[in-house]
């Protein structure tokens, strides 16, 4: 399977904890997008890297969220202390940087705070 | 910034067609672009315009007015397996420097019997 690959799948943690997720994009790919999706909505985006760089944060990524991609190819994102409107799916998404930009997504991290 | 407006809920038969209208308002425009998510799954590509008029592909078609900033995904001969909620999103334009998509809330399709 080629396909962007997300880990872990569902992660319940309790208010305050620590969390962090990974992301496997398709390896041809060196643009790769975080976005947050509620129920009932569109994705919402968080941030994107082109290869190892982070060039673009959305404003809903506050100081509590952090995410990393040190060789270009798999990203983590981390949430710290985390709170119950930190509830989501976090999806990861790939694409090239050329041609249509169509982006891939990985099958998210369905996170949930208590 | 981007504003998406499409409907919240559509029904319609199997075997039928059905039309699902996205709005936009955009300070830049760089493409448009139609996802399918099944309930509990990520969004999988259908379609991507960004030149005006109407893309083909199988039994799904999708339409781009620039001028109107409008759109719609048309799908045919509907089947059992495309309930699911569809989502518009938009590209902005490349010299912004932004790259992510701005999504709308996503229309659900519900196919009855």
């Known amino acids: 399977d080629t396909g962007v690959s997300q880990n872990p799948r569902h992660k319940i943690t309790k208010r305050g904890q620590n969390v962090t997720f990974r992301c496997d994009p398709i390896?041809?790919?060196?643009?790769l997008y975080w976005y947050r999706q509620t129920l009932g909505q569109g994705p919402e985006f968080l941030t994107y890297?082109?290869?190892?760089?982070?060039?673009?944060k959305s404003r809903l990524l506050s100081d509590r969220f952090s995410a990393e991609r040190p060789k270009g190819s798999f990203s983590t994102l981390e949430i710290q202390r985390t709170e119950q409107g930190d509830s989501a799916m976090y999806l990861c998404?790939?694409?090239?940087?050329?041609?249509?930009?169509?982006?891939?997504f990985g099958p998210g991290t369905r996170l949930t705070v208590t | 910034g981007q504003n998406i407006d499409q409907p919240t809920e559509m029904t319609a038969t199997e075997g039928a067609i059905v039309q699902i209208n996205c709005t936009y308002q955009?300070?830049?425009?760089?493409?448009l672009f139609w996802y399918q998510q099944h309930a509990g799954e990520a969004p999988t590509f259908l379609s991507y315009?960004?030149?005006?008029g109407l893309e083909e592909k199988g039994r799904f078609s999708s339409f781009l007015s620039r001028s109107k900033g409008y759109s719609y995904l048309l799908l045919k001969e509907l089947q059992m397996k495309d309930s699911a909620s569809y989502l518009c999103?938009?590209?902005?334009?490349?010299?912004?420097?932004?790259?992510?998509?701005?999504f709308g809330s996503g229309t659900r399709l519900q196919v009855q019997p």
């Open positions: 999103a938009v590209r902005d334009a490349e010299d912004t420097g932004r790259r992510a998509l701005t």
């Open positions: 890297f082109q290869n190892e760089a982070q060039l673009e």
């Open positions: 390896s041809e790919h060196n643009r």
């Open positions: 315009n960004v030149l005006d």
């Open positions: 955009t300070s830049g425009f760089n493409g």
């Open positions: 998404a790939s694409s090239r940087d050329r041609g249509t930009y169509e982006q891939y």
